[in-house]
């Protein structure tokens, strides 16, 4: 608990710390947020990646988000993410089997932009948005494995949403003028979830994030 308070206090200094943030190009000086000189608005496409722990287990999700950019600084867009690797639950049913979390997620996430100039700078994310996880006798990475003959409908046991909040701390690299790489950690709070075998609170963690940028910034 201590190091979850240590992260979010961290996390607003740094968007405090924003606002008074002036950049070393002349022609470029914003006073807030929105309130730039160059008041034009971009936008970019990402392909992310991101981990999440689950039953003690790493569970990848892929996805991808589109974007907004206002005046360099501030970025607004909508994403959405499917996991695509095996997790396994402690659930297990008569017949013996044991079974598989399946889970996909999507949202808005507001992103704020640091020395967005400099070859190397951070940004602040804040994501939020719902979700849906299942419980299934069979993971979805089997399809092939199992012939293409999986009774999918037979396949799933139990289903739940959730509502998600995720702020974060990425550290952003200008590869090329339209082509940015960033990574960082964050920290996933939801509400309940309540699905066999599972506790309340099955992604309450820390998380990893890498995307690649494609687009104007």
Not at 14 to 39: C, R, W
Not at 51 to 68: A, C, F, M, Y
């Amino acid at each position: 608990m201590k190091t979850l308070s240590t992260f979010i206090l961290l996390t607003l200094a740094l968007v405090a710390f924003g606002q008074e943030e002036k950049e070393q190009q002349s022609d470029y000086n914003p006073q807030t947020i929105l309130g730039t000189k160059d008041k034009s608005v971009r936008g970019y496409l990402s392909f992310n990646e991101k981990g999440v722990i689950l039953n003690d287990q790493v569970g990848l999700l892929t996805g991808g988000e589109i974007s907004l950019v206002f005046g360099h600084r501030l970025n607004i867009g909508f994403f959405g993410y499917g996991k695509t690797n095996r997790v396994q639950s402690d659930y297990i049913d008569t017949d013996g089997f044991r079974h598989f979390y399946e889970m996909g997620m999507g949202g808005m996430k507001l992103e704020r932009v640091f020395f967005t100039n400099s070859a190397v700078h951070f940004t602040v994310p804040l994501s939020f948005g719902v979700g849906a996880m299942t419980l299934n006798r069979y993971a979805l990475t089997d399809y092939e494995f199992y012939n293409n003959h999986i009774n999918w409908e037979n396949s799933l046991y139990d289903f739940d949403t959730f509502v998600f909040i995720e702020p974060g701390l990425n550290v952003e690299l200008n590869l090329l003028k339209h082509l940015r790489l960033d990574a960082g950690v964050g920290y996933m709070f939801t509400d309940e979830v309540h699905l066999a075998g599972t506790n309340n609170w099955p992604l309450n963690n820390f998380t990893g994030n890498i995307s690649l940028k494609l687009g104007w910034f």
